[in-house]
């Protein structure tokens, strides 16, 4: 059963930091382009970090360059999302999104919540 389980959301000032993991299960990690996407009430779902299956490339969405950092650990399955200097308009149910390049093949976790309040 393929699973992705988000965790580390939570409330945060300001300027606060916060660290997303997203732990893989039931599919072959390693071979899965890992994203995280976010969406706000009454807004999209936008992608905000990818990183390629082994960890070589990244990339941001322009509004979180400089203050987020998307990475992996293969042997542990997991994907990780730093957020630092968080702003309010960061706050936003965060997803986990894998997908493999050659078949499309892709799944999403259920999410994790990030305020960012005084």
């Known amino acids: 059963q393929v699973q992705l389980v988000e965790s580390g959301g939570g409330l945060v000032q300001p300027g606060g930091s916060l660290r997303l993991s997203c732990a893989a299960s039931g599919f072959s990690f390693s071979n899965y382009v890992m994203s995280w996407y976010r969406q706000a009430p009454g807004t999209l779902r936008e992608l905000v970090a990818t990183i390629t299956s082994t960890g070589g490339s990244t990339d941001y969405a322009d509004s979180v360059k400089g203050r987020i950092t998307i990475s992996r650990d293969n042997a542990r399955n997991t994907v990780y999302l730093q957020m630092n200097s968080l702003r309010a308009e960061d706050a936003a149910l965060y997803y986990c999104?894998?997908?493999?390049?050659?078949?499309?093949?892709?799944?999403w976790g259920q999410g994790t919540r990030v305020t960012v309040s005084s």
């Open positions: 999104h894998a997908q493999q390049v050659e078949t499309r093949r892709a799944y």
